[in-house]
């Protein structure tokens, strides 16, 4: 029984990883950590995430539970995920990471606890997701330099923080890596005005905010005479959950080193 903390246990992903959790015959619910001073903290996280009573309340410190738990999920936001992945590091606890939006340098600052932890870091926790890069992969190499013009576009719901979207980054990088090219050097963030005609090598990506669009990514593969349109649409934030639960059960059995999703599916 992998016994599971998680952080940010009121937010949309939180309240959705509290159901996944409950649903998973191999994992327990050991915590439910909420931001520091919150109102929440002491409330019963079965009724935050509304799945009933679970006798397990909401605490603002994770001081409060280390003795509880063998692995902390974390989908909060880069500054926090940072400072519990260095907790994780002092007291032996594994982590599964789910945040997107980290800076170039707190991505590098991640990385710096790959001999002292083992994480899993994934920007989608799908199972879609994650198959699609594959196919991404493959996509690329045959097309990407025939002539086909690369874009990336996502789309999420009104209260999402970061763009473009960690997936359409990853997706972006996995394209690009795939055909020897950069996403610093090669990726197109935002066209306005007199920007002229696309350049052959570019990867343009193009943001939607709206509703409560759970997730929708496409990469277009387009040339004069045709269009291919690989998509993934995710409909319930449960897709992620469920592959973050799978994270933690995996990751309760790896050595110290920082993971991919494609590691805990064997992809
Ligand atoms: N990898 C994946 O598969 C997926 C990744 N994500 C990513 O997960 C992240 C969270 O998304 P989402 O759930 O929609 O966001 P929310 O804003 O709904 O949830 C984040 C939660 O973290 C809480 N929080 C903030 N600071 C702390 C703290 N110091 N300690 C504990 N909790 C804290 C917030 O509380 P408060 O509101 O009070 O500040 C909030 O409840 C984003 O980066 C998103 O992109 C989302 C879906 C799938
Ligand atoms: O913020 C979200 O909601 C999501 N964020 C992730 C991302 O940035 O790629 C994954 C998913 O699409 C939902």
Same mark, same amino acid.
Request: proline fraction near 2%.
């Given at each position: 029984m992998t016994r599971i903390a998680i952080v940010g246990v009121a937010g949309r992903m939180g309240r959705t990883l509290v159901n996944a959790v409950q649903e998973d015959? *191999? &994992?327990?619910?050991a915590g439910g950590i909420v931001e520091p001073g919150s109102s929440l903290a002491g409330a019963d996280i079965g009724e935050l995430a509304g799945v009933g009573?679970?006798?397990?309340?909401?605490v603002d410190s994770l001081d409060a539970i280390v003795d509880d738990f063998d692995v902390l999920i974390d989908f909060t936001s880069p500054r926090v995920t940072l400072a519990n992945l260095a907790f994780c590091a002092?007291?032996?606890?594994?982590?599964?990471?789910?945040?997107?939006g980290l800076s170039e340098d707190e991505l590098v600052e991640l990385d710096g606890y790959r001999d002292r932890v083992p994480m899993v870091f994934a920007p989608n926790m799908s199972v879609g997701v994650n198959l699609t890069l594959k196919l991404l992969e493959t996509a690329a190499k045959a097309l990407g330099d025939e002539g086909y013009d690369i874009?990336?576009? *996502? &789309?999420h719901h009104r209260h999402k923080v970061?763009?473009?979207s960690g997936t359409a980054l990853k997706m972006g990088e996995v394209v690009a890596e795939s055909l020897g090219r950069t996403l610093k050097e090669h990726g197109v963030f935002a066209r306005e005005g007199q920007c002229g005609p696309r350049?052959?090598?570019e990867i343009g990506f193009a943001t939607v905010r709206a509703g409560d669009i759970v997730g929708e990514h496409?990469?277009?593969?387009?040339?004069?005479?045709?269009r291919i349109e690989i998509t993934h649409k995710?409909?319930?934030r449960m897709t992620f959950a469920k592959g973050a639960v799978r994270a933690a059960r995996w990751v309760a059995g790896q050595g110290n080193g920082r993971y991919a999703m494609q590691d805990v599916l064997g992809l």
């Open positions: 015959a *191999e &994992a327990s619910l009573r679970l006798d397990v309340a909401a002092e007291h032996g606890k594994r982590i599964v990471i789910g945040t997107t874009e990336v576009i *996502e &789309a970061d763009a473009p350049s052959e090598k496409t990469v277009m593969f387009a040339t004069e005479g045709e995710a409909s319930s």
